[in-house]
């Protein structure tokens, strides 16, 4: 199984009281790239890449969804300071 998972740069609409600046895109493209190779070392998948701002994940055969959401759950907080995920897609 084959997903996407759309990222896109944040902006002054998500200003918070918690995150008050906004990083340079080329700070969070760093972070985006350590995000896609912390998805390609989960136990479920076989692979995550980037295209622009989309992760094309594809997951090990005896795992599902349920399992990729897990795991994606847990992952380092500091992700979503830089960066937001828009949209989680089968492919």
């Known amino acids: 199984m084959k997903y996407q998972l759309s990222i896109s740069y944040l902006t002054d609409d998500d200003l918070r009281p918690y995150r008050p600046t906004i990083p340079e895109h080329e700070e969070a493209d760093i ?11 989960f136990s479920c998948t076989t692979s995550a890449y980037l295209e622009q701002l989309t992760v094309i994940i594809e997951l090990k055969s005896d795992f599902n969804l349920k399992n990729l959401n897990d795991e994606l759950k847990v992952m380092n907080p500091i992700y979503r300071e830089m960066f937001k995920t828009t949209g989680f897609f089968k492919v």
């Open 31 to 41: 972070f985006i790239q350590a995000f896609v190779e912390d998805i390609s070392l």
